[in-house]
């Protein structure tokens, strides 16, 4: 199975900070990698997919890049309704594994 | 835009099967585009994508290792939905369920599910 690994576990920041998220998989996935964010008790919303596609209605402030075994998630300017937990998400084998996340909190 | 709703119950006891359905309005579940995902949380194992179906002119299905010899999802086209279920259930399955659509990234999710096993 490939694994994904997210750095920092945990941040916190202040509105209007740019935040940058790390996931990073144990072998090429090429660009089959997803973003997703969570609030508490909900499911998890889209992002970014293919590594650097927005998607459909998520504000332009989130952006992401990456290919093979190296990916970013950047928050341009931290938004109140960003404190969140993200997860990257890998769909290039199966079975299709998450990151651990990594939760934004408010400094 | 597609939407998933859950049913299903929140309860099961140790060695019992687990059976969830999810509705699809907005897609259909026969599409040769689409795929039909079940995934789970618990603080112990994070997000886990447990398993998928998807029509390709055929039925496909995809399961985790882990939960292989236990696991089956089904559609059923009459209802347009597609169920998970999972035999032989132990405390290690507690978790909130949800059902998602998409092949290669996932649009839209159902509401989620907490089930646990307990006697």
């Known amino acids: 199975d490939i694994q994904m690994t997210q750095s920092p576990s945990s941040l916190s920041a202040s509105v209007g900070d740019r935040v940058t998220i790390t996931c990073r998989a144990t072998q090429s996935i090429s660009t089959y990698l997803n973003w997703y964010q969570q609030k508490p008790g909900k499911a998890p919303k889209l992002l970014i997919f293919?590594?650097?596609s927005l998607q459909s209605g998520v504000p332009s402030r989130f952006s992401g890049s990456g290919s093979g075994t190296d990916f970013t998630l950047t928050i341009s300017s931290l938004q109140p309704e960003d404190f969140a937990t993200y997860y990257c998400q890998q769909t290039y084998s199966s079975p299709f594994t998450f990151g651990p996340g990594t939760k934004v909190d408010i400094k | 835009q597609v939407q998933l709703q859950q049913s299903g119950p929140g309860l099961v006891k140790p060695s019992q099967t687990l059976s969830l359905t999810c509705a699809i309005s907005g897609d259909s579940v026969s599409s040769n585009s689409a795929a039909w995902n079940w995934i789970r949380q618990s603080p112990s194992r994070g997000l886990e994508w447990l398993g998928r179906?998807?029509?390709?002119?055929?039925?496909?299905?995809d399961y985790a290792v882990s939960v292989k010899s236990r696991i089956t999802i089904n559609p059923d086209t009459s209802k347009n939905q597609f169920s998970l279920q999972l035999n032989s259930v132990t405390s290690e399955d507690t978790a909130v369920y949800y059902c998602a659509s998409g092949r290669y990234s996932y649009e839209s999710w159902g509401q989620g599910t907490l089930v646990t096993v307990s006697s």
């Open positions: 293919a590594a650097s």
């Open positions: 179906t998807y029509y390709r002119s055929k039925w496909y299905n």
